[in-house]
């Protein structure tokens, strides 16, 4: 069964950081483009950054000089460090990948989401 499993979140207060992790598994041929998502409470799924398989990024303004996201396409794994967090930054975190599990085929996968909570 392919899936992504997520891990890390939690409460921390501004300033703080957190890592996130998430973890593809199963039969996977490759992983193509990989990103992070968040929902807060009333609002909208947003994107939040991306890495391409080359390493290319993506983040969103207000995330830009405090967030970094990573992988290692050997583990296939996606990270998601985030530095000097702000309550505005209080939402579920999403793990979304597109992975191919034959040569040409492939999947949108979603983790199933970690809370991050941030105090003021």
């Known amino acids: 069964q392919v899936q992504l499993v997520e891990s890390g979140g939690g409460l921390v207060q501004t300033g703080g950081s957190l890592r996130l992790s998430c973890a593809a598994s199963?039969?996977?041929?490759?992983?193509?483009?990989m990103r992070w998502y968040r929902q807060a409470p009333g609002k909208e799924r947003e994107l939040v950054a991306t890495?391409?398989?080359?390493?290319?990024?993506y983040y969103r303004d207000s995330v830009k000089g405090r967030f970094t996201i990573s992988r290692d396409n050997a583990k296939k794994t996606l990270t998601l460090q985030m530095n000097s967090l702000k309550p505005e930054d209080t939402a579920v975190y999403y793990c979304?990948?597109?992975?191919?599990?034959?040569?040409?085929?492939?999947?949108?996968?979603w983790g199933q989401g970690t809370q991050v909570t941030v105090s003021s």
């Open positions: 890495v391409s398989s080359d390493g290319d990024t």
């Open positions: 979304n990948a597109v992975l191919y599990t034959m040569p040409t085929i492939s999947y949108d996968f």
């Open positions: 199963g039969v996977i041929f490759r992983v193509g483009i």
